[in-house]
């Protein structure tokens, strides 16, 4: 079992930034890939913001390339994601997500983007 804790959720105000944490705790495998999937309003499915597996290799969303930038910490087992020039269309429900063997997903953070 795996266990996901976001937190850094909130208001973001177009162009500015927020970062959002997320912790992993349980039976971490080495060689799970760990990332960010969000949900908009309205969508019925969640959609891949960034993800990095091993070793450190991320990988972004077109509409993330240039403005988000994921990190891992492997020792902390935690990744982090930080959202910069944010705008209203990056308004969603943000999802950690942890991939090995399982999938397990965090519980989700709001973060509405408006002026």
């Known amino acids: 079992q795996v266990q996901l804790l976001e937190a850094g959720g909130g208001v973001g105000q177009p162009g500015e930034a927020l970062r959002l944490a997320c912790q992993a705790s349980?039976?971490?495998?080495?060689?799970?890939?760990m990332g960010w999937y969000r949900q908009g309003p309205g969508r019925t499915q969640r959609e891949l913001v960034a993800?990095?597996?091993?070793?450190?290799?991320?990988v972004y969303s077109e509409s993330a390339e240039g403005r988000f930038t994921i990190s891992r910490d492997n020792t902390k087992n935690t990744v982090d994601l930080q959202m910069d020039s944010l705008t209203p269309v990056d308004s969603a429900i943000y999802y950690c997500?942890?991939?090995?063997?399982?999938?397990?997903w965090g519980q989700g953070t709001q973060v509405p983007v408006s002026s």
């Open positions: 349980g039976r971490i495998a080495s060689y799970a890939s």
């Open positions: 993800s990095i597996s091993r070793p450190n290799i991320p």
């Open positions: 997500r942890y991939r090995a063997y399982t999938t397990y």
